[in-house]
Structures are given as C-alpha cells and as structure tokens.
C-alpha cells in the first residue's frame, strides 16, 4: 500500500488542522494506519492509530483530548484532526501502515511497515 500524507500548514497557538493520509494499491480496509511526528532534532513519537474498521483507537497522552484520527475506507483516507493546537505540536507529521491490524506494539514505529512523505506543521505561538 502507498501511502501520501497531505493537510499541514502554518496556524496559530489554539488553532485546528486536519491531515490526511490517502492510500493507494492493496485493500486499505485491510490495514490499521497510524499518524507519527518527529520535531527537528527529536525522535519520531506517536500520535494516534485506528484499526481496520474504524473501530478502535489509541492516542498518546500529549494529543488526548485535541486530536481525534478517524477513517474512510470508501474513500481509503484516514485523517487526524488536530484542535486546540500548542506550539510543541509544531512537527513532520507522518502516516503509516502495519501488515494488517493495529499491532501489539502500537506505540512504536517499528511496528508499522509503510509509511508516507510526511506533512508539516507549524504551530506559532
């Protein structure tokens, strides 16, 4: 599955963005997807995964309560809607895939085997 992250952009402190992750090739219903960041000079940490039905999230505790991932498999986009947002959100935002369902190690990217280009976002103060 090819994936293609798209939706950042510059916003003010308390503001909302939305991303999107379109995928292409094989079944998308198929695979959980996870949105990533990585801020310059940091490591890459999670954001949020939804399972293959929609069903089923989780967050990290920094994001809980502002960002809300959601799906549209008709439409094979998974989004991340991002409120609320603070100047430490400011990041390369990245989609990714498993080999199917959300894995045990949800956490981690190593867990997750296709990843998009990523979208900025910046988040002034």
């Known amino acids: 599955v090819q994936l293609q992250a798209s939706g950042g952009g510059l916003v003010q402190a308390g503001g909302s963005l939305r991303l999107s992750c379109a995928a292409s090739?094989?079944?998308?219903?198929?695979?959980?997807v996870g949105w990533f960041r990585q801020a310059p000079g940091k490591e890459r940490e999670f954001v949020a995964t939804i399972n293959r039905s929609g069903s089923s999230t989780y967050y990290a505790d920094s994001v809980k309560g502002r960002f809300i991932i959601s799906r549209d498999n008709a439409n094979d986009t998974v989004y991340l809607q991002m409120n609320s947002l603070k100047p430490e959100d400011t990041a390369i935002y990245y989609c990714?895939?498993?080999?199917?369902?959300?894995?045990?190690?949800?956490?981690?990217?190593?867990?997750?085997?296709?990843w998009g280009q990523g979208t900025e976002v910046t988040v002034s103060s």
């Open positions: 990714a895939a498993p080999r199917g369902e959300t894995p045990s190690y949800y956490s981690d990217y190593l867990s997750y085997n296709y």
């Open positions: 090739g094989r079944a998308f219903s198929s695979y959980a």
